[in-house]
Nanobody, 119 residues
């Protein structure tokens, strides 16, 4: 079992930056991929970014490429999402997730942290 706890959300203005953190516990960190998803009101949950254990491979949604950066500190078992040039369209609940390498499904989820970008 992997437990995930996000932090770092908040209310910011258009164009601002914010960094989300997700502390993971349980499981064997080298066995899983960590990622971020988000869900805006009235919309489906969508993929934002993901990173493998050795950080040699990352993936991003087109909507955040060039603005968001995912990173991972394996010594702290923590994944970060640095979000720059935020816009109101980035307003959503952001969720940290984990899945095993090679798997399609993401079975482990955090409780979410709210990011609100005001115009």
């Amino acid at each position: 079992q992997v437990q995930l706890r996000e932090s770092g959300g908040g209310l910011v203005q258009d164009g601002a930056s914010l960094r989300l953190s997700c502390a993971a516990s349980g499981g064997t960190p080298s066995n899983y991929v960590l990622g971020w998803f988000r869900q805006a009101p009235g919309k489906e949950r969508e993929f934002v970014a993901a990173i493998v254990y050795n950080a040699m491979s990352t993936a991003y949604a087109d909507s955040v490429k060039g603005r968001f950066t995912i990173s991972r500190d394996n010594a702290r078992n923590t994944v970060y999402l640095q979000m720059n040039s935020l816009t109101p369209d980035d307003t959503a609940a952001y969720y940290c997730a984990a899945k095993f390498r090679g798997a399609q499904e993401w079975p482990y989820w955090g409780q979410g942290t709210q990011v609100t970008v005001s115009s």
